[in-house]
């Protein structure tokens, strides 16, 4: 027997225990969705807003679902309940369509104020890092400036979100390698098409002609998630910009991301505005009542 597949046994082992482990400590929400936690969605992520009822109590399920599963915590920065609903939209919109999904990379999802360095400090030099999925003492751990969580919820004419970005690394790590691969969700015919791809984008940004963001051009693991990010913010442009790459996201992630109406604002919900859960009443006659009564 090969050392190399030796070493693909001992890797498949791990990742059979690993999720064995995840399955069995896995907790499942039982408590009926906040309506609270359903207005911070409706004004803070439009993802959310685009989604038919049936899809909504999906998304809900599963942000429950991480907050119960994963950790958030605040470093020398205070964390509330917006961040922690920012944090698990960034986690489940790119999976939305898995409904099994579990990052079993992650136990704990760190916020830092603001940008940090390679040693995760945030004072001090080359302070240019805005977030990171961490190995080594850091492994199970994902580091996120809270600025930049909030900036991607915020800005969506630039098509950058850097927590979707870290989260689109961990569905790449999920197969044991860190390739630009996300070989559990990617069909294995599809897988050199993809590679030629990359490559080919990725020559086009090295050459300016592409408008994909030049941190694209690294390497291939940071092509997908970069494109990852362009293809959940500005999916419409980023389909008519690139239509091959488009598609085999639509493959991988199991999307029509241009089906839906990302232009569509994000709500700002007053008592007599129509109440989010779609119920027809007004917000101060339904999930606004506590607030009204």
Not at 109 to 115: A, C, G, H, N, T
Not at 148 to 160: I, M, P, Q, T, Y
């Amino acid at each position: 027997m090969t050392t190399f597949v030796i070493l693909l046994l001992i890797v498949v082992a791990f990742l059979i225990i690993r999720r064995l482990w995840s399955k069995n400590n896995w907790k499942k929400p039982d408590a009926p969705f906040s309506p609270e936690w359903r207005i911070i969605l409706a004004e803070k992520v439009v993802f959310y807003n685009t989604l038919s009822d049936e899809e909504k109590r999906r998304f809900e399920f599963k942000i429950q679902e991480f907050l119960l599963n994963y950790r958030i915590t605040g470093i020398d920065v205070s964390v509330d309940l917006t961040d922690k609903l920012l944090v698990a939209a960034s986690a489940v919109i790119p999976i939305f369509e898995f409904p099994e999904w579990k990052y079993t990379d992650l136990h704990e999802v760190l916020l830092y104020p603001d940008m940090f360095n390679d040693k995760f400090e945030t004072s001090g030099p080359d302070r240019n890092i805005l977030g990171m999925v961490g190995t080594g003492y850091m492994e199970g751990k994902m580091i996120l400036s809270k600025p930049a969580l909030h900036h991607g919820f915020a800005n969506e004419s630039d098509k950058r979100n850097t927590a979707i970005h870290e989260f689109v690394h961990l569905i790449d790590k999920s197969d044991g390698f860190v390739d630009g691969i996300p070989a559990l969700l990617l069909e294995r015919q599809y897988t050199i098409p993809w590679l030629e791809l990359i490559n080919s984008k990725i020559e086009d940004i090295y050459a300016n002609k592409s408008d994909i963001n030049p941190y694209g051009g690294t390497n291939r693991v940071e092509f997908f998630a970069v494109a990852s990010e362009y293809f959940f913010e500005k999916p419409k442009l980023f389909a008519r910009k690139h239509p091959e790459l488009y598609s085999l996201l639509e493959q991988i992630f199991h999307q029509t991301m241009i089906s839906r109406n990302l232009n569509k604002k994000k709500l700002r919900i007053g008592r007599n505005s129509p109440c989010p859960c779609n119920s027809g009443l007004k917000f101060k006659k339904c999930c606004g009542k506590a607030h009204y009564s």
